[in-house]
């Protein structure tokens, strides 16, 4: 064979090959995007309340008339030392997702820490829903709940101020999907 004879070989079959390669990377790259997407997806985080009066550090999570709480924790966010776990809320109010953070008395099984002296400038709040791994939680940001002025019966959220019905509304609890936030 000579060189002119190489030359004439169609060159169809490779151009084929490398669009079905590059076709293989990009599908490979957009279920990975989506991927990601999908598992960041803001629609699915619920606002999750604060509210500091003197020392009492109180918390709302978003329950639906079923939904118990199960299990509250505090983290130095910053640290992500754990500064406090509670589990199996007393009363009713705090099986339906409003506690105080450190009360003894509000769980049957309180944590055996008590309040720093000093809070971190930030906190981790994770709540566990009863029977269950679902869960929801935040993080505070300390000098912002303070600073917020704020009625009875609100709690500061990332969001903004807002009372315990409009954080339970974030579910839509006839079907137990999640409601679309209207922020």
């Known amino acids: 064979m000579s060189v002119s004879e190489y030359r004439r070989q169609p060159v169809w079959p490779y151009a084929l090959m490398w669009s079905a390669v590059g076709l293989a990377v990009l599908v490979a790259c957009g279920t990975w995007v989506f991927g990601v997407y999908s ?61 105080t953070l450190w009360s003894a008395d509000d769980f049957l099984k309180p944590g055996a820490q008590k309040q720093p002296g000093k809070l971190p400038r930030y906190l981790d709040v994770s709540v566990t829903y ?38 339970d509304a974030q579910f839509s609890c006839r079907t137990g999907e999640p409601a679309q936030q209207s922020d």
């Open 39 to 99: 598992m960041s997806d803001p629609a699915t985080s619920f606002l999750v309340g604060m509210r500091i009066d003197g020392s009492r550090v109180s918390v709302k999570a978003p329950t639906c008339p079923t939904d118990r709480v199960g299990t509250a924790e505090v983290y130095d966010s910053d640290s992500e030392k754990l500064l406090w776990r509670a589990r199996v809320p007393r009363t009713e109010e705090g099986r339906r997702g409003s506690f």
């Open 130 to 167: 009863a029977g269950g791994d679902d869960g929801t939680g935040d993080v505070f940001d300390l000098r912002k709940v303070r600073a917020a002025h704020l009625t009875a019966g609100q709690y500061w959220t990332t969001g903004g101020p807002r009372t315990a019905a409009q954080i």
